[in-house]
């Protein structure tokens, strides 16, 4: 199946996949060529794609991911917030994200600053 997980400013990863997991709000998923059409939010966390023996993880702050097709047209979209190899997130960053996150006093919260607060908390674990 086709794979491609992109964000509003790049197409970051696109290629051939056995299978994709991911999490959305009720729990982790995996797709495979000819699953059911699907779609699903996806919470702060990786997105794995694997190829044979190959297993690439992105950091997704937040998105959604498509599926769909069917035979040889099989594709998996991740329409991700931003995405992130990795491989290329920095432990110390990440913490810093969240330090400053959960600076903001609970009162002064709102949505976006409780989504930045959950991504913030995502990629330390990742990059843990």
Known sequence: ?????????????????????????????????GHIPFLAA???????????????????????LEASGSGDDYHVIVLADDARDVSDLDAEEMKRLMDESQRSSIEDRDETTEAELQAAMARVDVAR
């Open 1 to 33: 199946m086709e794979v491609s997980i992109v964000s509003p400013e790049e197409e970051l990863w696109r290629g051939d996949a056995d299978l994709v997991i991911g999490r959305s709000p009720d729990g982790e998923f995996g797709i495979m060529t």
């Open 42 to 64: 996806l919470v702060p966390g990786t997105v794995t794609v694997v190829s044979g023996s190959e297993r690439q993880v992105f950091f997704v702050p937040g998105g959604f």
